[in-house]
C-alpha cells in the first residue's frame, strides 16, 4: 500500500444504505416478476404436457394376478403407497398374503400400483382397476393384443380369434381375424357414415319440413282465430303424408345399412377367456399398441387429434371430438366483439368528446369503471332475466307465436350469450378506447379545427384513427375476457350437447336463437358432470389446451391488425 | 379608451403608440376593441389594430403577454377552451368574426394556422396537404392534385417528398414537418396566415428555411406571426407590433420599431434590457 497522499487525503466514503442505492428494489421487483412468470409457466406448461400427451397411444399390458385371474388393458398412472395389512389381504385374498408381503419387503416396504384402464364395461362394468405390483404374478406385453376405440361403451381390449361375416366364420386365428378386420372396417365406416347423414342430413331435413308444414297450419290456425280452414288442413294433410312417405323411406335405408353392417363381426378373446363379438361398424380407431413402431403412433395421435378437432362428442362428451364446443365458441366471440366494440367506442366518444367535464360524467365513469367488478354470474342472471325472459320472450310473442309455448328466443342462445358477454366486457372497450382518446394530442385537434374542420370531420378523420391501436387493444382484452368466461354463459346458452350448430345449411342458415357448446363449459362438464371421469380428466387438458389455442389465435389476430393500422399512421406506407 | 383594470402590477401603460406608417395600408383583419377573459383572468386588454394585406406582421412580446391568444382569437380557437369570454370584436375583410350569425367552421376555412409545434395528421403527406379540401367534401382527384403540389411547391417542400406524396406525414422530419403544416395551411387559399412561433421547436437550419419560406409567401398571403426571435421579427416582417402584460404598447413599421422605437418599453424589450 502506498502511504497517503498529505494533499488529497482520502475520502471517507459514506456507506450508502442499501436502500438507498435501490439494490433491494430491484430485487424485490423482478422477485415479483418471476413469481409472474413462473406461475404462467407452470400453469401453460402443466396445461401443454398433460394436453399433448393424452393422445399418444401407449403400451397394451397383460397382468397375471396371483389368483391366476388375467387383467389387459393401459396403464395410465402409476403412485407409491404404503400397504396395509388389511389392504394386501382384500386384494390377493388369504392364500397369496404370505408371496404379496415378501414382494412388498423386497421392494423397500413401498409398493406401486398402476391404475389399469381395462375398459370393455359392457362385459366388466367399469372402465378402470388399480393393481398393485405385488398382486402381479406375471407382467407382459403381448403382439396379439387389440385396442378398439368404439362409438358406444368406451374402449375394448383383446385378443381376435375369428372373423364372421353373415354369420359364417370366414377367417380363424389371430393373425388372419385381424387382417379381415382390418379389410373389412374401412368399407363398414364408410357405411356407417352413410347412414349418419342420412339420419342427420336427410331425415333432419324432412323432420324440419314436417315441423314447417305444422307450424303452417298453426299460422293458419292463429290467423283463422281458432280452427284452420279446410284447404289449408287439407294441405298440411298432404304435405305430412308426403313427408312421412320420405321419411319411411329413408328410415328403410337405415335398417338396410345396419343389417348390413351386423353382418360384420370379429370374435374377441378378452381377460378372462371368454369371446366377445365386436361389431366392425362400431369400432372408431383400432390398433395393436405393441407391434406399433413410432411412426404408427404418430399416425394413432394425429388421427386422434383429427378426431377431436373436427368430431362431434360421443360418450357423454369423454370421447370423440369437441368440434361443435370449438365452433360455438369462435362464433361466440366474434358476435360478441361485433356487438360490444362499436357500442363501447361511441360510448368512449361521447363520454370523452362530447360530454362536459361534471359530476354526471365523472359519476357515469365511476359506474362503467365499477361494472368491470361485477361478477360474471350476476351478468348471467341479469342476461337471463333480460334477454332470454323479457327480449326474447317478446320476440317470441311477436315473431314465433305460432311455436308457442315452445320457446325460439325465449330461452338461452348463442346471441343472448354474445350480449351478456358483451354487456360484460362493455368496460374494458369504454376505459381502453377512452384512454386512447385522451392520448390523441390536443395539437392534432386543434390543427383539424384551424384547417375548418367540424367536431365530427375531426374525430372521424383524425381522432379516431389515431385512436384505432389503443381500441383494438380493448378489444383485444374483451376478446380475451369473454371467450375464457363460462359462469354466465351456462345460464344462457352454453349447453353440454347441441347437436346442431349455430351455423347450417337449413335457411336462414345462421341461428341466432340455437344452445350452443363452449370450450370452456365444457371443460367444466369433462371434469365434473362426466359419469366416467377418469377417462374424461385427460381430456379437460386437451380442451383446455385448445381453449387457449383459439384465445390466442383470436388475439394474435387482432394484434397483426393492430400492429398493421400502427405502422399505418406512425410511418410506413398507406 | 376604455379603463383599465387596477389588477396589473403594472402602471397602466397609456394609449398604444400606434404609427402613421400603419394607417396608410389596407386591412385585411380589423381587431377593434378586443378584450379576452380567461375565467376571471383578463388576458387581453382592449386592442385595436389592422393588419395590413399582403405584408407580415410580426407580434413580439415577452411571455405571456397575449400574443398567442390573440392570434387564436382570430381564427376564434379560444373558443374551444371552457370559460373564455371576450369583448369586442375583430373583422376579416369587412366581415364580423365575433357576430353570432358567424358560422364559426366557415370561417377557420378562410384562415390558415401553423402553429408552434408541427402537427401533421396522422395519414400520408397528400392527404395531409388536401385535408381543407377534403373536409370541405372535393373528391376530384384532378384537383386535389394541383392544390396538393401548388400547395407543397408554395411551402418549398414539394422537391423532397414529391417522391413519396403517399407515405405517412409523421415520417418526416421536423423542419419537414412544419412546411407540410405550412403547405396544409395555405392549400385552400387563406385570406390570413396565422402562424404561431412556427420555428421555435426548429433547428437553425429549419428556421432558416422557413424564414425564407415566409419572406416568399410575403406580397401573396397576408401573414399574422408570433415569434420570440428578436432576429426573426427584424428580418422576415414589414410591421411589428410591441405587446406587453396583454397590451398592445407600439405598432408600426419594422425598422421603426426596431431603430427608433417612441416608447421606453418596446427599446427596453427590443434591446435585450427585459424579456
Redesign the interface.
Known amino acids: 500500500m502506498s502511504a497517503p497522499d498529505p494533499k488529497h487525503p482520502a475520502r471517507r466514503v459514506r456507506a450508502l444504505s442499501l436502500f438507498a442505492v435501490g439494490e433491494p428494489w430491484i430485487w424485490l421487483t423482478n422477485a415479483a416478476l418471476v413469481l409472474c412468470v413462473s406461475m404462467i409457466v407452470g400453469l401453460v406448461g402443466l396445461v401443454l404436457v398433460e394436453g399433448a400427451s393424452t393422445f399418444w397411444p401407449t403400451d397394451g399390458v397383460r397382468l397375471r394376478l396371483l389368483d391366476g385371474s388375467v387383467v389387459i388393458g393401459e396403464v395410465t398412472r402409476s403412485e407409491l403407497h404404503a400397504p396395509t395389512d388389511v389392504a394386501i389381504r382384500e386384494q390377493v385374498g388369504e392364500a397369496h398374503v404370505a408371496q404379496a408381503r415378501e414382494k412388498i419387503a423386497a421392494a423397500g416396504g413401498e409398493a406401486r400400483r398402476d391404475l389399469v384402464r381395462i375398459g370393455n364395461y359392457e362385459v366388466t362394468g367399469e372402465h378402470f382397476r388399480w393393481v398393485s405390483d405385488f398382486n402381479v404374478a406375471e407382467r407382459g406385453a403381448p403382439k396379439d393384443l387389440v385396442v378398439f376405440e368404439r362409438v358406444t361403451w368406451g374402449r375394448f381390449y383383446g385378443t381376435p380369434v375369428r372373423f364372421e361375416r353373415a354369420g359364417v366364420k370366414t377367417a380363424d386365428g389371430t393373425e388372419d381375424a385381424w387382417r379381415a378386420f382390418e379389410e373389412a372396417h374401412p368399407g363398414c365406416r364408410e357405411r356407417l357414415e352413410t347412414r349418419r347423414r342420412l339420419e342427420r342430413v336427410d331425415l333432419g331435413r324432412v323432420n324440419h319440413a314436417l315441423s314447417e308444414a305444422r307450424l303452417t297450419l298453426r299460422r293458419a290456425e292463429i290467423r283463422a282465430g281458432g280452427v284452420a280452414s279446410e284447404a289449408d288442413q287439407a294441405a298440411w294433410r298432404t304435405r305430412t303424408a308426403e313427408l312421412e312417405a320420405e321419411a319411411t323411406r329413408i328410415r328403410d335405408r337405415i335398417v338396410a345399412i345396419d343389417k348390413e353392417n351386423d353382418g360384420w363381426v370379429v370374435i374377441m378373446r378378452i381377460a378372462d377367456g371368454k369371446e366377445v363379438p365386436i361389431r366392425v361398424a362400431d369400432v372408431v380407431r383400432a390398433y395393436r399398441p405393441n407391434t406399433l413402431d413410432t411412426a404408427g403412433r404418430l399416425g394413432v395421435l394425429v388421427s386422434r387429434w383429427r378426431e377431436f378437432l373436427l368430431d362431434e362428442p360421443r360418450e357423454a362428451n369423454s370421447e370423440g371430438g369437441v368440434w361443435p364446443a370449438i365452433f360455438g365458441t369462435v362464433v361466440m366471440t366474434l358476435l360478441m366483439s361485433i356487438v360490444v366494440v362499436p357500442i363501447g367506442v361511441l360510448a368512449a366518444l361521447y363520454l370523452r368528446e362530447y360530454a362536459k367535464a361534471g359530476v354526471v360524467t365523472s359519476s357515469v365513469r365511476i359506474a362503467v369503471n365499477n361494472l368491470a367488478g361485477v361478477p360474471s354470474i350476476v351478468f348471467g342472471v341479469f342476461g337471463l332475466g333480460f334477454f332470454c325472459y323479457t327480449v326474447g320472450a317478446s320476440i317470441d310473442q311477436l315473431l314465433f307465436a305460432e311455436k308457442l309455448p315452445n320457446p325460439t328466443f325465449g330461452t338461452g342462445g348463442i346471441l343472448w350469450s354474445a350480449l351478456t358477454l358483451a354487456l360484460m366486457t362493455l368496460p374494458v372497450v369504454i376505459v381502453a378506447t377512452e384512454e386512447a382518446l385522451a392520448a390523441v394530442?390536443s395539437?392534432?385537434r386543434?390543427?383539424?379545427?384551424?384547417?375548418?374542420?367540424?367536431k365530427w370531420?375531426t374525430i372521424r378523420?383524425?381522432v379516431l384513427?389515431?385512436a384505432l391501436p389503443g381500441i383494438m387493444t380493448g378489444a383485444i382484452l374483451a376478446m380475451a375476457r369473454g371467450a375464457g368466461e363460462v359462469a354466465p354463459l351456462m345460464l344462457v346458452g352454453a349447453v353440454k350437447l347441441a347437436p346442431e350448430l349455430p351455423v347450417d345449411g337449413i335457411f336462414p342458415y345462421v341461428h341466432f336463437e340455437r344452445s350452443f357448446m363452449h370450450l370452456g363449459f365444457h371443460v367444466y362438464d369433462l371434469g365434473f358432470q362426466s359419469p366416467n371421469s377418469e377417462a374424461a380428466k385427460p381430456m379437460v387438458y386437451t380442451t383446455t389446451l385448445l381453449l387457449i389455442l383459439v384465445i390466442v389465435t383470436l388475439n394474435l389476430a387482432a394484434i397483426r391488425i393492430r400492429t398493421s393500422l400502427r405502422r399505418?399512421?406512425?410511418?410506413?406506407?398507406? | 379608451m376604455a379603463a383599465f383594470g387596477p389588477s396589473t402590477a403594472q402602471p397602466a401603460p397609456g394609449a398604444p403608440e400606434i404609427h402613421a406608417a400603419v394607417a396608410n395600408e389596407e386591412a385585411v383583419l380589423d381587431i377593434d376593441g378586443f378584450s379576452l377573459w380567461y375565467g376571471a383572468a383578463r388576458a387581453l386588454w382592449d386592442i385595436s389594430m389592422r393588419i395590413p394585406r399582403g405584408k407580415v406582421t410580426a407580434l413580439i412580446g415577452p411571455s405571456g403577454c397575449g400574443k398567442s391568444t390573440l392570434l387564436r382569437s382570430v381564427?376564434r380557437?379560444n373558443d374551444?377552451i371552457d370559460g373564455v369570454r371576450i369583448e369586442g370584436d375583430m373583422r376579416l375583410n369587412g366581415d364580423s368574426i365575433y357576430d353570432r350569425a358567424v358560422d364559426v367552421?366557415?370561417?377557420?376555412?378562410?384562415?390558415?394556422?401553423v402553429?408552434q409545434?408541427s402537427?401533421p395528421?396522422?395519414?400520408?403527406i397528400y392527404e395531409n396537404v388536401v385535408?381543407?379540401l377534403?373536409?370541405?367534401g372535393v373528391t376530384d382527384k384532378r384537383v386535389l392534385d394541383e392544390v396538393c403540389e401548388r400547395s407543397l411547391r408554395g411551402a418549398a417542400i414539394w422537391d423532397e417528398v414529391k417522391d413519396r406524396l403517399?407515405?405517412?406525414g409523421?415520417?418526416l422530419s421536423g423542419g419537414q414537418q412544419q412546411r407540410l403544416?405550412i403547405a396544409?395551411?395555405i392549400a385552400?387559399e387563406p385570406e390570413v396566415l396565422?402562424m404561431d412561433e412556427p420555428c421555435s421547436a426548429l433547428d437553425p437550419i429549419a428556421t432558416g428555411r422557413v424564414e425564407d419560406l415566409i419572406a416568399d409567401l410575403k406580397g401573396s398571403y397576408t401573414v399574422l406571426i408570433v415569434t420570440h426571435n428578436m432576429q426573426q421579427a427584424s428580418r422576415s416582417s414589414d410591421y411589428t407590433a410591441f405587446m406587453y402584460l396583454g397590451r398592445l404598447v407600439e405598432y408600426g413599421p419594422t425598422d421603426d420599431i426596431f431603430m427608433r422605437p417612441h416608447r421606453k418599453e418596446t427599446e427596453d424589450y427590443v434591446s435585450g434590457r427585459f424579456g
Do not use: H, V, W
Open positions: 394530442p395539437s392534432m386543434e390543427g383539424s379545427y384551424a384547417c375548418g374542420a367540424s370531420q378523420r383524425i384513427p389515431k399505418r399512421y406512425a410511418g410506413g406506407q398507406f | 381564427n380557437l374551444l367552421i366557415e370561417l377557420r376555412k378562410r384562415m390558415g394556422m402553429f409545434k402537427n395528421f396522422p395519414m400520408s385535408y381543407p377534403r373536409i370541405d403517399q407515405t405517412s409523421l415520417s403544416c396544409r395551411a385552400a396565422l
